[in-house]
Nanobody, 125 residues
């Protein structure tokens, strides 16, 4: 089982990016999915989480109103739409899976057991 992020890149402040996270290999069944980010010298920060059936998307206060999380279980893919990007959004973005969890918001790194390799997002001022 592997998670592969894509869609990162360089964008000007105020711009948008859409990240994708695809599960490959043997599918791992129901899972809450999440997005985190880590800037240089900082701890990994929770950004967003979405329940198994997608009925409870949640984003952190730091990105509320700008970022949206969604998922397509038929494609084994979770998305992070990022609008109105700011230079402080610059970080490596990671997706993660909390297997066996269905209908709860999961916001701690320790609760996720599968991680992607990360994708760099750089926002220039």
């Amino acid at each position: 089982v592997q998670l592969v992020e894509s869609g990162g890149g360089l964008v000007q402040a105020g711009g948008s990016l859409s990240l994708s996270c695809a599960a490959s290999g043997r599918t791992f069944g129901p899972a809450v999915m999440g997005w985190f980010r880590q800037a240089p010298g900082k701890e990994r920060e929770f950004i967003a989480s979405i329940t198994w059936l997608g009925g409870r998307p949640y984003v952190s206060d730091s990105v509320k109103g700008r970022f949206t999380i969604s998922r397509d279980n038929a494609k084994n893919t979770v998305y992070l739409q990022m609008n109105s990007l700011k230079p402080e959004d610059t970080a490596v973005y990671y997706c993660a899976a909390a297997r066996g969890r269905l209908n709860v918001i999961v916001d701690r790194t320790s609760q996720y057991d599968v991680w992607g390799q990360g994708t760099q997002v750089t926002v220039s001022s």
